[in-house]
DNA sequence: TCTGGGGTCCTAGGACCC
DNA sequence: TCTGGGGTCCTAGGACCC
């Protein structure tokens, strides 16, 4: 791949001046898709999905190929399938796809620290800070955009412009594989382009009725060119969890709790990794018919163990007291966080505490080095 | 159109406290 | 004890986003 081949792409669009405009909105483009191109190379240029290909299940990524046939995320896989039969299904392999965000993040931060990622594949940034060492923003977006595809072999798509709304427009228009710059002029022309001018002069009353108090502020600020939100470098974490639809529903608690237990362990483990513990524990129920319920459960000392919060979310299933009722999906998911740091530790943890503490933490251990099947609860080894 | 997975935010009722 | 008002926290569900 040459610095070549990317100055030749054929999306790259520029206009006006970046001189005052410092935020990027970088997106790649079929993420899921793209990552698993980079293992199935003799796929390039053919329609590929991403999804489960079992059944139920919906489009996770397309490349631009499938699009080419009305294929889009969101969409169900049998609908997909029914719109190009001929292409190839590839199943979600998401720690794959956390390995690449991760090494997209260092990216972002060879760029500047100012870095506020948004999803595994998106990301604002400030660069206001960066054009002494990296050149202007727009240099700075084609190095991105360069780095990205030499080392990830991904293309995306970046915005540059003086506030995230714009950069994020700004990067959608850019797609795929582009660069659009917005100057600050042009802002609301561009808004215009969309009858913004209109909203801005509707009475703000009136767009209250038609979109509620909270969306029509905020549209209405952003019709003026307002937009005061900063790149914020660093949201904590409010909740981690996990859920799991089956391939198959379930109807015997043993099963049930058998999976309950595994998801446990999985937010417990990334709990532990991110130095948290949580007080509240959610336990996610979805039956048959897709009704769905949540129960939850908030405790006084904050957790991070395995045994702890299994034996909560175990509770809160056994109290539904379910017989034999065909179950699709459970999640788990801890919420009210706090750094594990400061979490009050001056809870006496007993001695079979501390024990679990240690084996919980000999786990993380092994399966940082190992694996993730290296260490696992008893029961989930078949 | 028969519906994945990880999240956030909002609402509403109830318990409980002063 | 027949009953206000303000506030906080918890629980459950749903809308919505990427």
Redesign the pocket.
């Known amino acids: 791949m040459t610095h070549r081949q990317i100055l030749k792409l054929p999306h790259i669009e520029l206009t006006g001046d970046d001189s005052n405009s410092n935020i990027l909105h970088v997106?790649m483009d079929a993420f899921f898709a793209s990552v698993e191109l980079k293992d199935r190379p003799e796929l390039r240029g053919t329609p590929v999905i991403v999804?489960?290909s079992g059944?139920?299940?919906?489009v996770?990524s397309a490349t631009y190929e499938a699009r080419k046939f009305g294929i889009h995320?969101?969409m169900?896989?049998?609908?997909a399938l029914?719109k190009c039969p001929g292409a190839t299904v590839i199943e979600?392999s998401?720690e794959k796809y956390e390995a690449v965000s991760n090494r997209l993040q260092d990216i972002y931060y060879s760029m500047t620290p100012l870095v506020e990622p948004?999803?595994?594949?998106?990301a604002f940034l400030d660069v206001s800070g960066s054009r002494k060492l990296l050149g202007t923003p727009t240099e700075i977006g084609h190095k991105l955009r360069e780095k990205v595809f030499l080392q990830e072999n991904i293309t995306c798509s970046v915005g540059v412009a003086p506030t995230k709304f714009i950069a994020?427009l700004a990067s959608t228009r850019a797609k795929p594989d582009g660069l659009l710059v917005v100057s600050p002029e042009e802002v609301l022309a561009r808004l215009g382009l969309f009858k913004v001018s209109d909203i801005a002069n509707l009475p703000l009353n009136t767009l209250r009725r038609a979109l509620g108090?909270?969306l029509a502020e905020h549209l209405h600020e952003l019709s003026w060119g307002r937009d005061e939100r900063s790149v914020e470098p660093y949201?904590?974490?409010?909740?981690?969890?996990?859920?799991?639809?089956f391939s198959k529903d379930l109807d015997e608690a043993e099963d049930i709790l058998r999976e309950i237990l595994r998801l446990s362990e999985?937010?417990a483990t990334?709990l532990r990794a991110a130095e948290l513990m949580g007080?509240?524990i959610?336990l996610k129920v979805?039956f048959s018919?897709?009704?769905?319920?949540?129960?939850?459960?908030?405790i006084?000392d904050p957790i991070d163990g395995t045994k702890d919060i299994y034996a909560i979310t175990k509770a809160?299933f056994e109290n539904l007291k379910l017989d034999r009722v065909r179950v699709?999906?459970v999640?788990v998911?801890v919420?009210?966080l706090e750094e594990a740091e400061t979490a009050s530790r001056q809870l006496l943890l007993g001695e079979s505490e501390k024990g679990w503490r240690e084996i919980d933490k000999a786990s993380d251990k092994a399966s940082a080095r190992f694996g993730d099947e290296a260490v696992k609860p008893a029961r989930l080894i078949d």
């Open positions: 997106d999804g489960h059944g139920r299940g919906v996770t995320a969101a169900s896989m049998s609908e029914r979600p998401h948004l999803s595994v594949d998106e994020k108090d909270g949201e904590p974490e409010k909740s981690i969890g996990n859920e799991e639809t999985k937010v990334r007080r509240t959610v979805r018919n897709f009704s769905t319920i949540t129960r939850s459960k908030t006084t809160l699709r999906l999640g998911r919420e009210k």
